[in-house]
């Protein structure tokens, strides 16, 4: 099983510029999250998605889109990168709400 | 809200020895799941154990168990005879057990990095 898929693994972007962060998952997870990490601060939720269709906002939700077509992808688009935007980005899917997420490999961002 | 409180940024231990890393939390809720992920420097999360609020009984993954004290809403993790392979950053993790909106997200700590050494 692959799991949980990011892509890229780094990226260097110029501010202004805007790309997506693709993530797949093949274990058939309707809850699918995507989350930043920074220096002391923990894992902070950007958007998350409770199945095909279903999308709503985490706390950190600013200068970042989400879409969930099918069960498998969920992509996060940041619209005009800024440099506060540099951190390592998760997604992470689970089973149901008793289960804790199974992890991409992350990517690392850094916005010049 | 719920949140999350690891009280130590760094720990360290003697390879072979035993260490407690220390997670509160703060919730009005009754029912809920906590966990336990370890961070190594390949930056991949790792999900180290799980805990069921409801259940008393503590959930151990071989060296690894946590001593869950729910009216203190305290949930540390012990790692016992450690090894160079457990120095990592470990995030204690909450989630309520609801299957709508953010009330199912999980909610992380800041973490602690744990030092191993021969």
């Known amino acids: 099983n692959a799991g949980v898929t990011q892509t890229p693994k780094f990226q260097v972007l110029k501010t202004g510029q805007s790309m997506t962060l693709q993530c797949a998952q093949d274990m058939n997870h309707e809850y699918m999250s995507w989350y930043r990490q920074d220096p002391g601060m923990g894992l902070r939720l950007i958007h998350y998605?409770?199945?095909?269709?279903?999308?709503d906002q985490g706390e950190v939700p600013n200068g970042y889109n989400v879409s969930r077509s099918t069960t498998e992808d969920f992509p996060l688009r940041l619209l005009s990168a800024a440099p506060s935007q540099t951190s390592v980005y998760f997604c992470?899917?689970?089973?149901?709400?008793?289960?804790?997420?199974?992890f991409g490999s992350g990517t690392r961002l850094t916005v010049v | 809200a719920q949140t999350v409180t690891q009280s130590q940024p760094e720990m360290s231990v003697q390879e072979a020895e035993t260490v407690t890393l220390s997670c509160t939390y703060d919730t009005s809720e009754s029912d809920y799941y906590l966990f336990w992920y370890k961070q190594p420097p390949s930056r991949q999360m790792i999900l180290v154990i799980r805990?069921?609020?409801?259940?008393?009984q503590n959930a151990t993954e071989n060296r690894f168990s946590v001593n869950f004290q729910k009216a203190a809403k305290s949930f540390s993790l012990k790692i016992s005879d450690s090894q160079l392979g457990d120095a990592a950053m470990y995030f204690c993790?909450?989630?309520?057990?609801?299957?709508?909106?953010?009330?199912?997200?999980?909610?992380f700590g800041t973490g602690t990095r744990l030092q191993v050494t021969l």
């Open positions: 998605s409770v199945g095909a269709g279903i999308t």
């Open positions: 993790a909450y989630r309520r057990p609801i299957n709508t909106g953010t009330a199912s997200k999980l909610t």
């Open positions: 805990q069921e609020a409801y259940k008393q």
């Open positions: 992470a899917s689970s089973r149901d709400a008793t289960y804790g997420y199974t």
